[in-house]
């Protein structure tokens, strides 16, 4: 499985976004799809995921109500709708995959099977 993230940019905070991973190879495999992103020093954190049905979607504390995280199975596709992006959102985001997981949603880093190459977004104050 190969996973591609893009979307990114610079804006302005209050501004929206739109983060999208496509899969490709064995795609039927993928269960649980994740949002991580990171900043030079950091660790990489956990910002939103979904199951394959979409039943569960889950997410940071600090994005609630502003980040929707959404697939569509049929286009292999994951999204991320930013809203109300502020500078400390700015980061590298990525996405990430699992195989065969039937355990909700993965929110550890270390729990994911693919990675996509990541994407900078970038929120001026």
């Known amino acids: 499985v190969q996973l591609q993230a893009s979307g990114g940019g610079l804006v302005q905070a209050g501004a929206s976004l739109r983060l999208s991973c496509v899969a490709s190879?064995?795609?039927?495999?993928?269960?649980?799809m994740g949002w991580f992103r990171q900043v030079p020093g950091k660790e990489r954190e956990f910002v939103a995921g979904?199951?394959?049905?979409?039943?569960?979607?889950h997410y940071a504390d600090s994005v609630k109500g502003r980040f929707t995280v959404s697939r569509d199975n049929a286009k292999n596709t994951m999204y991320l709708q930013m809203n109300s992006l502020k500078p400390e959102d700015t980061a590298v985001y990525y996405c990430?995959?699992?195989?065969?997981?039937?355990?909700?949603?993965?929110?550890?880093?270390?729990?994911?099977?693919?990675w996509g190459q990541g994407t900078q977004v970038t929120v001026s104050s």
């Open positions: 190879g064995r795609t039927l495999s993928i269960t649980d």
């Open positions: 979904i199951t394959r049905s979409s039943s569960i979607r």
């Open positions: 990430a995959a699992n195989k065969d997981r039937y355990l909700g949603v993965s929110t550890r880093k270390d729990e994911y099977d693919y």
